[in-house]
T-cell receptor, first 116, second 111 residues
């Protein structure tokens, strides 16, 4: 079955530690995204990538970093510079405009990060 | 300019009733308006979407109404069922890129 796999599902981190969240997709989608979800604030875009080896900052990129070395993978690192990292993190992907794009985002099941 | 405002924050409806969630936007360049449904512990999934060249789109019990002049769009869930209990997000984008999401509405349908 095609889809997006996020791991780990739950993660606990001590203050001052970096943590990396994994996102893998087998949908052959070109574009991938990271969103942060907090109660009452909707989904806010952290980073997105439209092609391998290229990515752009979203609305709340400070304290986060990403890489896009492979089409299938788009890991997110939450660094110690992120002041309030406890949240639910969602990875998504979509087709490229030239490859049958419909505008739909396909989401993974999320990773819940708690900073102790 | 990029915000999408969603209301209400939470909604309780009896089984068989109509659920209505509203969204408003400022950016007149937005040309794609989807609604996503999210169950607890899961990622959101596309429910229904509309483009500004039509005023209404219906898929089963779910209908989007779009008012371009008022810069508002809404989701109507007819004959609401307990299985519809979820969080609903409206969103908007220009050309489908960089979706801007509303704050979300937690819908509870009582049996």
């Amino acid at each position: 079955d095609g889809g997006i796999t996020q791991s780990p599902k739950y993660l606990f981190r001590k203050e001052g530690q970096n943590v990396t969240l994994s996102c893998e997709q087998n949908l052959n989608h070109d574009a991938m995204y990271w969103y942060r979800q907090d109660p009452g604030q909707g989904l806010r875009l952290i980073y997105y990538s439209q092609i391998v080896n290229d990515f752009q900052k979203g609305d709340i990129a400070e304290g986060y970093s990403v890489s896009r070395e492979k089409k299938e993978s788009f890991p997110l690192t939450v660094t110690s510079a992120q002041k309030n990292p406890t949240a639910f993190y969602l990875c998504a992907s979509s087709r490229d405009r030239l490859a049958g794009w419909t505008g739909e985002l396909f989401f993974g099941e999320g990773s819940r990060l708690t900073v102790l | 300019q990029q915000q999408v405002k969603q209301s209400p924050q939470s909604l309780i409806v009896q089984k068989g009733g109509i659920s209505i969630i509203n969204c408003a936007y400022e950016n007149t360049a937005f040309d794609y308006f989807p609604w996503y449904q999210q169950f607890p512990g899961k990622g959101p999934a596309l429910l229904i979407a509309i483009r500004p060249d039509v005023s209404e789109k219906k898929e089963g019990r779910f209908t989007i109404s779009f008012n371009k002049s008022a810069k508002q769009f809404s989701l109507h869930i007819m004959d609401s069922q307990p299985g519809d209990s979820a969080t609903y997000f409206c969103a908007a984008s220009v050309g489908g890129s960089r979706l801007t999401f509303g704050e979300g509405t937690q819908l509870t349908v009582n049996p």
